[in-house]
């Protein structure tokens, strides 16, 4: 019997009736894991030794009755979430030999509920770009056609859930990380409004848009792990304290007389015609269940790319400061004085895309182009967030596509650095806003290849959207890769 299409409620009613142990599950997955992901290259780090050690105590724990959902459960952890150890490369020459001597506050979470940790996913570096393939341990591949990208910067994550080599994944969004992999491998996926999940330990990429999320096979899954790792932590001083962390308490209540909101731009000539009918389709799904479709515009939106890469790429440029060569991480072996160290350091470390970034945002920072850029893109997100707080004056949330095409073959965007950044345009007017938002598979392209839809919710209100990604899910038959 193979459990790897199983859901996290599935698998954990299964160790609760000691169908299977821990244990057991824990060496089926890896030895999936083994067998086929030199065809996904989905993880960078296979922690077997302590993945076993955890199963184990996951297994006493369940025997003594201590059994939250996630007891048991085999789950995978980007690369850029600090764990001790076992190392946190974020994809990068510059980290690759690095352990941390902390584990971030999401994984101490995952272990104080008994997960098992199968090991670490690859992702591009830093987790800066959209394709996965800015690995410095190789590209990630589609499990759904091992020709296409599975999208990115979570594309190890994504992969790997969409394979069957783990039941659920702790990925990272900053413009889109979570949703649009998600969307590209047929799985689901759950941005959490900005101050909901602890950056503690999640090796900053861009500061003020930094969010760790779930990667699943269901909405409901995605609120198991999301109620585990939510909530105020004293080591992140941009964390919330939340009233409500149940997130599934919605789940199954009637969506009956909901008002949807679906902005005309996400629908604009940017978007992919497939796409866009998949998704339509998807919304009038929602109108035959009850709700209400309600025209909306997001006057901002042809502004949010720009603002969101403007932004990042200055919180970056910052952000990759600390690696000099003296710390921790890579050391160039060349360089007399402290500032070639420094430089030879970093030319030697860094990938392409990482220095682009550094190098955007330092022009961006710099005093001539401060206030055009910089401060101008600041007005630009206040004005985004007012835009949406409109919307949701009329509307309980807010239907787009996730991705403006379905999965690019790989390469395609390698070369081609805006079309590049554009592959996030659906994702970023919510991160830029902080809102959050949930991606779930539906529909297939005429490649197969799938399509996913995003679920914007107001701020905090996570329990809505997943109620709302739940009911669709019930009735819509998700293909699984063959592989
Ligand atoms: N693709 C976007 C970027 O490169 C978003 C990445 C992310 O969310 N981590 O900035």
Redesign the pocket.
């Known amino acids: 019997m193979e459990f790897n299409n199983y859901t996290i409620k599935e698998l954990s009613s299964l160790l609760r009736n000691k169908e299977i142990s821990a244990v057991e599950l824990t060496e089926m997955y890896l030895k999936r894991i083994k067998a086929k992901d030199v065809q996904i290259n989905s993880f960078i780090t296979v922690c077997e030794d302590t993945a076993r050690e955890m199963a184990r105590k996951a297994q006493q724990a369940i025997d003594r009755g201590e059994v939250g959902q996630l007891a048991g459960i085999p789950v995978s952890v980007k690369d850029n979430i600090c764990t001790t150890q076992i190392p946190t490369t974020c994809a990068s020459k510059m980290l690759e030999n690095f352990v941390s001597p902390f584990d971030a506050t999401a994984v101490d979470r995952l272990k104080n509920n008994y997960a098992v940790m199968l090991g670490k996913t690859n992702m591009?570096e830093f987790?800066?770009?959209?394709t996965s393939q800015r690995s410095v341990f190789g590209g990630v591949k589609n499990p759904h056609s091992t020709d296409f990208s599975p999208g990115?910067?979570s594309g190890g994550a994504a992969a790997g859930v969409a394979a069957g080599f783990c039941a659920a994944a702790l990925g990272?969004?900053?413009?889109?990380?979570v949703r649009?992999p998600a969307a590209l491998c047929g799985v689901t996926g759950l941005r959490p409004t900005y101050g909901t999940v602890s950056r503690y330990g999640l090796v900053a990429?861009a500061s003020s848009f930094d969010q760790i999320g779930p990667i699943a096979r269901s909405a409901e899954d995605c609120g198991i792990l999301l109620s585990a790792i939510a909530g105020k932590d004293f080591y992140d001083n941009t964390t919330v304290e939340l009233a409500n962390t149940e997130y599934n308490s919605k789940i199954g209540s009637s969506i009956k007389g909901l008002t949807i909101g679906v902005p005309a731009e996400f629908f604009g000539e940017e978007i992919d015609d497939e796409v866009k009918t998949i998704v339509m389709n998807a919304a009038k799904q929602y109108e035959s269940m009850g709700c209400t479709l309600k025209e909306v515009s997001l006057p901002s939106f042809k502004y949010a790319l720009s603002a969101y890469?403007l932004i990042?790429s200055a919180e970056a440029s910052s952000n990759m400061g600390r690696y000099d060569g003296i710390k921790f991480g890579y050391r160039s072996l060349n360089g007399d004085t402290y500032d070639e160290l420094i430089k030879n350091t970093r030319t030697e470390a860094f990938g392409d895309e990482v220095k682009r970034r550094i190098m955007l945002g330092n022009y961006v920072l710099s005093k001539e182009n401060y206030n055009a850029l910089f401060v101008k893109s600041q007005q630009v997100r206040a004005k985004i967030k007012e835009d949406f707080k409109n919307i949701f004056d009329t509307c309980d949330c807010i239907i787009t596509p996730t991705t403006p095409h379905s999965a690019y073959k790989i390469g395609e965007l390698e070369s081609t650095p805006v079309k590049m950044?554009s592959?996030?345009i659906c994702t970023v007017p919510v991160?830029v806003a902080g809102l959050p938002a949930i991606n779930t598979p539906c529909g297939y392209d005429k490649n197969g290849m799938p399509v996913g839809m995003s679920i914007v919710g107001r701020a905090f209100d996570e329990s809505t959207i997943i109620m709302l990604a739940d009911a669709f899910e019930r009735s819509f038959v998700r293909r699984e890769p063959a592989i």
């Open positions: 591009d987790a800066i770009g959209c990115g910067s990272s969004d900053t413009g889109g990380s649009q990429f890469y990042s950044y592959a996030n991160s």
